[in-house]
């Protein structure tokens, strides 16, 4: 039966309802009621509940069994980060989850959440009160921002922790670590709030970060001096986890390595650790086409044909966060075979499917995911010359679907 536009559009929406909800596999093919997702022709996302937990387990790990606050800015780095927050917010060795925009860290909270979490980014004064109402944890990082959380707090609102967020190097949020004692004497003096935890961001440059660790234990050490209670204290993103034992402190701040990469495509130790990646990005072949030899695919005719061959379309682009250099030799898994990518556009691919092909319409192809190495962020980061963080540009919309196992 062909589908009215407007059965489409409702159909759509009813799968955007349903998104982030584990559905089973054959029950939407037969039921025939999505349009995204698994029983659909876009893209789609299944994330592992398995892997994240593992990933959990090997990043705590390598902090010699330090407790994680997981970094989920930036939507969970494109995976979603209400999905990851849910998955994660059982975990016994996840101790918070940190997140850098407002708007998110009340979103993930209305989810469901209910592990601590923490606000590393400013906030709107609008939202102030809805924020400690939804017991996220604000940072300070400057002197507006504390008079902001004053005016919160003189509204009697709170009597909540906040923690000092110190700048000793990146340059980028945080009351610089050279001006911060006075300050965060000032904050411990406050009466309506106290200090629950001191962070700071450490570079990637391993004598640097040692350095800045330097800056951030002298600050803490002498505020610790005078009798002020200083909280958790925390520094290490996935690269210091990696290099610096000393930046482990009281709990590690993955983003990365929770997903299943490491922070670099070429960091030395990267045969050591179980990681696993903890997605795969998904969509179905809806067109195969024989081209003649000097036929031409793209806009700008980037790949000519040298003989007949056949060609797959996909109905993911560089707007829905496919890397555009994937045409530079990334693979996609269709059955169990590899097939090299020869065309990106803003919203489909080409693959080359050689001489004869089993492939059909309607066939699943996995462009990223945990095997063969070749799709894996890592196999896939090499192809294309890109990095690990490969997936923090996958659209917000692709449907996601979380895997219980
Ligand atoms: C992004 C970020 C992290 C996590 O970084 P990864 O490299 O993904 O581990 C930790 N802390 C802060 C403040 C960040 O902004």
């Not at 299944?46 to 800015?73: H, T």
Request: aromatic letters at 8%; glycine letters at 8%; charged letters at 20%.
């Amino acid at each position: 039966m062909k589908k009215s536009r407007r059965n489409f559009i409702r159909e759509s929406a009813c799968a955007t309802a349903a998104g982030g909800m584990a559905i089973p596999f054959s029950n939407l093919i037969s039921a025939n009621k999505e349009i995204h997702g698994p029983g659909g022709i876009n893209p789609w996302l299944e994330i592992s509940k398995k892997a994240y937990w593992n990933n959990v387990d090997v990043a705590s790990k390598m902090a010699k069994g330090k407790p994680v606050l997981a970094v989920l800015k930036n939507n969970a780095y494109g995976i979603g980060d209400i999905e990851v927050s849910r998955i994660l917010d059982g975990h016994p060795q996840i101790t918070g989850i940190a997140l850098v925009k407002e708007e998110r860290a009340l979103a993930v909270r209305n989810a469901g959440v209910k592990k601590p979490i923490l606000l590393m980014g400013d906030f709107d004064s609008v939202l102030g009160k809805d924020l400690v109402e939804s017991n996220i944890t604000l940072s300070v990082h400057s002197y507006e921002s504390l008079k902001k959380i004053q005016s919160i707090a003189h509204r009697g609102i709170v009597k909540k922790k906040v923690q000092l967020y110190i700048d000793t190097g990146l340059g980028r949020m945080g009351m610089p670590y050279h001006q911060a004692y006075e300050w965060g004497k000032k904050i411990a003096a406050e009466d309506t709030f106290s200090i629950g935890g001191v962070f700071t961001t450490l570079t990637s440059p391993i004598d640097f970060a040692n350095e800045q660790l330097d800056r951030f234990n002298t600050l803490v050490h002498r505020l610790k001096e005078v009798g002020i209670h200083v909280g958790k204290c925390h520094a290490a993103p996935s690269q210091s986890i990696l290099d610096i034992p000393g930046s482990h402190l009281d709990m590690v701040r993955p983003g990365i390595l929770l997903h299943g990469s490491l922070p670099s495509v070429d960091h030395i130790s990267s045969q050591e650790y179980s990681l696993q990646p903890s997605f795969r990005l998904k969509a179905r072949v809806i067109r195969i086409e024989k081209l003649r030899k000097g036929d031409t695919v793209g806009f700008s005719r980037f790949y000519t044909a040298k003989k007949e061959e056949w060609i797959a379309t996909i109905p993911i682009g560089w707007a829905d966060g496919y890397d555009s250099r994937s045409e530079n030799g990334a693979k996609v898994l269709v059955g169990n075979q590899l097939f090299p990518v020869i065309n990106v556009n803003a919203s489909h691919c080409n693959l080359l499917l050689g001489k004869k092909t089993t492939v059909k319409v309607g066939d699943i192809a996995t462009l990223i995911g945990p095997d063969p190495f070749q799709i894996t962020p890592k196999g896939f980061a090499e192809s294309i010359k890109g990095h690990n963080y490969l997936q923090i540009n996958f659209k917000e919309s692709i449907p996601k679907y979380v895997q219980e196992f």
